[in-house]
């Protein structure tokens, strides 16, 4: 059984931090990784996606992957009320297989 | 921008009827998917369709559910006799042919299915 685990939160960061978001994943065979945002009642909205070791950054956004400890995390810098959202994360086996999602993390940013 | 279209967006059903959720996947896009999301829960995945035969299904697709593509263009999932479990966001998603390990999954805007 493939599976994604994330802490549920409510993580609560003030405006202008960090914001630190972590997953893990029970199928080594998993290939790719997604970070995707949803806000209440709306429907998942990819943010950034990840298949190789180390970090990846894309604006205030940076995924990292670690395969080894099955492992993948995503950092927010300069965190927004505008980012207070369900951060889900999830997993591919392979480029065409179903995206497996873990139950998301609720963020909440506090001006 | 293209995207995928979901009609309708929210759908009111009694218990025991049928319904058929509609997707528009994007134009050049060859896999297609559908999930659901119980208010509170997970995204689950329920069905992947590829070549115009299902790929993959989980323990949720019963016989209840099936999946058509019965033209160029639409995707639809229809709920023989739904229950009041069957309530839930259903998404539809597509993505491109294979192309590597990037591939991601574009998901529409959601129908919100409530079963009475």
């Known amino acids: 059984q493939k599976e994604v685990e994330q802490n549920s939160g409510p993580l609560s960061v003030p405006e202008g931090a960090i914001a630190s978001l972590n997953c893990t994943y029970s199928d080594r065979g998993s290939q790719s990784f997604f970070w995707y945002r949803q806000y209440s009642g709306k429907s998942p909205e990819l943010i950034m996606f990840?298949?190789?070791?180390g970090d990846k950054e894309d604006g205030r956004f940076t995924a990292q992957l670690n395969k080894a400890s099955q492992y993948v995390s995503l950092l927010i810098r300069d965190s927004q009320p505008s980012d207070s959202a369900t951060y889900l994360c999830?997993?591919?086996?392979?480029?065409?297989?179903?995206?497996?999602f873990g139950s998301g993390t609720r963020l909440s940013i506090r001006p | 921008e293209p995207e995928v279209t979901q009609t309708p967006s929210h759908q009111v059903t009694q218990m025991g009827q049928e319904v058929i959720l509609r997707c528009v996947p994007i134009?050049?896009?060859?896999?297609f998917y559908w999930y659901r999301q119980i208010l509170g829960q997970k995204v689950e995945f329920l069905v992947s369709f590829y070549n115009n035969e299902i790929s993959e299904k989980s323990e949720i697709f019963d016989d209840q559910f099936s999946v058509e593509r019965p033209d160029g263009s639409n995707f639809t999932l229809k709920i023989r006799s739904t229950k009041l479990e069957d309530s839930a966001m259903y998404f539809c998603a597509s993505s491109e042919p294979p192309g590597g390990l990037n591939t991601e999954a574009f998901f529409g805007q959601g129908t919100r299915l409530t079963v009475v």
């Open positions: 134009s050049n896009h060859l896999y």
């Open positions: 999830a997993a591919r086996y392979s480029s065409a297989s179903k995206i497996i």
């Open positions: 990840i298949y190789s070791n």
